[in-house]
T-cell receptor, first 114, second 114 residues
Framework: KAGVTQTPRYLIKTRGQQVTLSCSPI?????VSWYQQTPGQGLQFLFEYFSETQRNKGNFPGRFSGRQFSNSRSEMNVSTLELGDSALYLCASSLDRIPNSPLHFGNGTRLTVT | GENVEQHPSTLSVQEGDSAVIKCTYSDSASNYFPWYKQELGKGPQLIID?????GEKKDQRIAVTLNKTAKHFSLHITETQPEDSAVYFCAASNYEAAGNKLTFGGGTRVLVKP
């Protein structure tokens, strides 16, 4: 069974640009969560989608947005990029709710903002 | 909101020795505590988890203990091996209120010396 797939693996963008990251969950999984990982702030929750609806949201500015498609694939978008947005963005999928359905993480997209 | 503190930030052990990582959480409503292992270039991988109605759980060389009164939980790795070298994260969640949102500790870098 294929794991969580995130594309692209690496991205380099310039301040002020926008970026879209993609996540394909494990087949059958309906929940997709996004996390930002930085050396300074660690792993922080961005948002979670379930059956195309945002189920929860973290404390990030409105520049960070996401969506989920009918096939459970998800995208997150960051507009007006800032240097501080440089991070590893991780996607995690699960069948439904924890703890009955643990989160499975992808290997992330490394975003560098210059 | 929930806050999770993790100690130590780095841990060096001799192969065959035990390793212990400790976490404290702030929200007494948290009821799910997973532990993740992250290897270089990869996303976090769930290694063990525990629910608030259980005091201890063991899986081969790995065990987790939970003290709800003191609001802390610990990961124990026995008979450490070089392949146990990685960064370990604890996390907490009130899954009934926050769905699949996990609040992570800052991580512990474990080095197992052969």
């Amino acid at each position: 069974k294929a794991g969580v797939t995130q594309t692209p693996r690496y991205l380099i963008k310039t301040r002020g640009q926008q970026v879209t990251l993609s996540c394909s969950p494990i087949s059958g999984h309906r929940s997709v969560s996004w996390y930002q990982q930085t050396p300074g702030q660690g792993l922080q929750f961005l948002f979670e989608y379930f059956s195309e609806t945002q189920r929860n949201k973290g404390n990030f500015p409105g520049r960070f947005s996401g969506r989920q498609f009918s096939n459970s694939r998800s995208e997150m978008n960051v507009s007006t990029l800032e240097l501080g947005d440089s991070a590893l963005y991780l996607c995690a999928s699960s069948l439904d709710r924890i703890p009955n359905s643990p989160l499975h993480f992808g290997n992330g997209t490394r975003l560098t903002v210059t | 909101g929930e806050n999770v503190e993790q100690h130590p930030s780095t841990l060096s052990v001799q192969e065959g020795d035990s390793a212990v990582i400790k976490c404290t959480y702030s929200d007494s409503a948290s009821n799910y505590f997973p532990w993740y292992k992250q290897e270089l270039g990869k996303g976090p991988q769930l290694i063990i988890d525990i629910r608030s109605n259980v005091g201890e759980k063991k899986d081969q060389r790995i065990a987790v203990t939970l003290n709800k009164t003191a609001k802390h939980f610990s990961l124990h790795i026995t008979e450490t091996q070089p392949e146990d070298s990685a960064v370990y994260f604890c996390a907490a969640s009130n899954y009934e209120a926050a769905g699949n949102k996990l609040t992570f500790g800052g991580g512990t870098r474990v080095l197992v010396k052969p």
